[in-house]
């Protein structure tokens, strides 16, 4: 990471930084530790903290589909959370209306929302920058309303939400655990599902980001004209990477209906959408291992300005924000960067 | 001999078990009890459109810390837990699933919201905790065989509507009504009630408009119900909105009957914010006594609110009929608490609460009573009309029951 790398990047007239592929994700070592502390945390923590963490993780994975779509391709989006309440919803009325196993809900949620994410792009190749995130704006706030509407109420369950099952962890498992005295409770097992689906697509998002289509997208984010005049084709992969983003969220929403139990149009406003692109930013733009420093922003620091404050919450949070953006205004990349920095002196 | 002294040893043995299992079944707790203190769980929206209802939990605070000075329940401190939801489902479970599991409370008490509520109903009713007294008044709480562990308080938003619809179809037959209501459960579930109420004639209702808490104003919906036509505007609507369309109407000149909530008819909340002289011939129903009204200055019950005010809460809006309401529910709560004696078992506070008889607090209006029983989970049900005139609410006519018979 010299001088010269950071320098380059940084390029006069652009919307989003790039990030230098070598930084995109963390080093093995430091990845291998980190997984093997999420393995072994649920063994050591009473079911809410699991259940935290089954949160952090699904936020996580909606933050970084916002950040394959905005440090890698460039386009602003602050319509994550319409993706995520489709995902949200489709998974909770084929498990309750049509008995679907939750495992097969996720795949179908993530098609869905990738058909979604993609048929948004079209029209979206149009706009660049701020128009297009007052766009994905606009959807965001006609997200809940159009889940409120009576045509659809005998599925979604209109403005009363739906109650979701949880899921029991599966026979095999539970009768290989009671041969060992064991038991795994339901919020166990929903985070090892949660924890597998997020690693898989964490590596697939990182493969994605180091190949062909991956150099391509950030191309698109660092000069557009240049990269069609390449060969890159530009509308594709925009609306690819839309598709794709919307996709991942479409999971994340889809674990995030049965991890809370719930779905409502209510839980689904344009606040969310502007949590997660908070914590995309705290986390560090286009830095995949950031955007789970990020949820862990958007999960824990409202409620500790709640314990600090109940009347005033809002505003210590954005004092806290505040500082957090003027400290390390390129979210959790720059301490990682320190961090590795601070790592190298010492080994030496 | 040895045979006597066996019976006689046999005999003490057996006094002596006996005694003791006596003396230990007397004190029976669950989580969050203990002989020193009640952990009491909460969730309200401090933050979010509804903060309004803030101070609701801040006074149910302020009432434990009254109860506490005054030595507690049977001897044990109140703990009272209370947290933010903003108003926000998911964000709601996460609270109720930190009240149970992280701080092990005993009940869950006045979670504040329909949403939200209906968010942590399948969870509580789950894990066998009360979800006692819920703020809302949907009439879905009162379901003691589906839903054994949740419990209602104020009247429900249905029974409500019912005797508006009675009221108006005695007293303006050919009206043409306008209905502004919020879309979500709270607002759907009044609707629903006024067009029970109305029956056949729910033609009458010519123009509905709904809103989203995620609106700033409401200006809008307004201008389109007066170019409707109509000649009676039912609003129903929470503090924030409620005060918002008494403006408007002023402001565009239309005076139709304006009949709103009784979720937002609260003095100082809604009306001198919105401004007296603009809420003139509002009407509304009330189940609780108005801190703004003088004809209660003497009256024993409000008395004690107002010392309990000026004690423990002196920043407290006493016109707020939030403030009334935290007053009357933490009572409720207190009195169910200490039914339950040494039993403090989840079990028998939700058998404690189902065996209110005529129960009256200090701040019910005269006649209005607290009655449950294992198959009525609706602990108030009764209302009266009032009128805004001046500067507080005139009650009129007789105390209504919102019974679906009637």
Known sequence: ?348 | MRSCQLHAAVIAAAVFALTSSAALAQKKYDTGASDTEIKIGNIMPYSGPASAYGVIGKTEKAYFDKINAEGGINGRKINFISYDDGSSPPKAVEQARKLVESDEVLVVFNPLGTPSNSAIQKYMNARKVPQLFVATGATKWNDPKDFPWTMGWQPSYQSEARIYAKYLMKEKPDGKIAVLYQNDDFGKDYVKGLKDGLGSKSSTVVAEESYETSEPSIDGHIVKLKASGADVFISITTPKFAAQAIKKLAEIDWHPLHIVSNVSASVGGVLQPAGFENAQGMLSAAYAKDGADPQWDNDPGMKKFFAFLAKYYPDANKLDGSVVYGYGVAQTLVQVLKQCGDDLTRENVMKQAASLKDFETDTLLPGIKINTSPTDFAPISQLKMMRFKGEKWDLFGDIISGDLSN
């Open chain 1, 1 to 348: 990471m010299s001088a010269a790398d950071e320098a380059e990047v940084i390029a006069e007239g652009q919307v989003v930084e790039a990030v230098p592929k070598r930084a995109m994700t963390l080093s093995t070592g430091t990845s291998l530790t980190v997984l093997v502390v999420l393995l072994l945390i649920p063994l050591l923590v009473k079911n809410f903290i699991i259940f935290q963490m089954t949160m952090l993780l699904i936020y996580g994975l909606a933050v970084l589909a916002l950040n394959i779509l905005t440090g890698g391709s460039g386009q602003f989006s602050l319509g994550q959370s319409a993706f995520y309440a489709v995902g949200a919803y489709t998974s909770a009325i084929l498990m309750e209306q049509f008995n679907v196993n939750y495992a097969l809900t996720l795949p179908i949620a993530g098609v869905i929302c990738f058909a979604f994410g993609f048929l948004f792009g079209q029209p979206a190749l149009r706009l660049s920058g701020v128009y297009l995130a007052l766009a994905t704006f606009a959807l965001a706030t006609a997200m809940p309303q159009l889940l409120k509407l009576g045509y659809f109420e005998q599925w979604t369950g209109g403005v009363q939400g739906l109650v979701v099952t949880k899921p029991d962890a599966p026979e095999f498992l539970e009768n290989a655990l009671k041969m060992v005295h064991l038991k795994m409770s339901q919020d166990m097992w929903l985070y090892y599902f949660t924890l597998v689906i997020t690693v898989a697509i964490y590596l697939w998002s990182v493969n994605l980001l180091r190949s062909r289509s991956g150099r391509a997208l950030m191309s698109i984010r660092d000069n557009e004209i240049a990269a069609s005049s390449m060969g890159v084709n530009v509308a594709l992969y925009k609306t690819l990477a839309f598709g794709v983003s919307a996709g991942i969220t479409g999971v994340a929403g889809g674990l995030g209906a049965i991890a809370v139990q719930f779905v409502a149009p209510d839980s689904y406003t344009i606040t969310f959408a502007i949590s997660l692109f908070l914590g995309m930013v705290v986390g560090g733009v286009g830095w995949l291992p950031g955007s789970f420093v990020g949820a862990a922003f958007i999960i824990f620091v409202p409620n500790i300005s709640e314990s600090i404050s109940k009347g005033l919450s809002g505003a210590v949070f954005g004092v806290l924000l505040f500082f957090v953006i003027f400290l390390v205004p390129h979210g959790a990349r720059q301490v990682a960067i320190v961090g590795q920095q601070l790592a190298g002196r010492f080994r030496r």
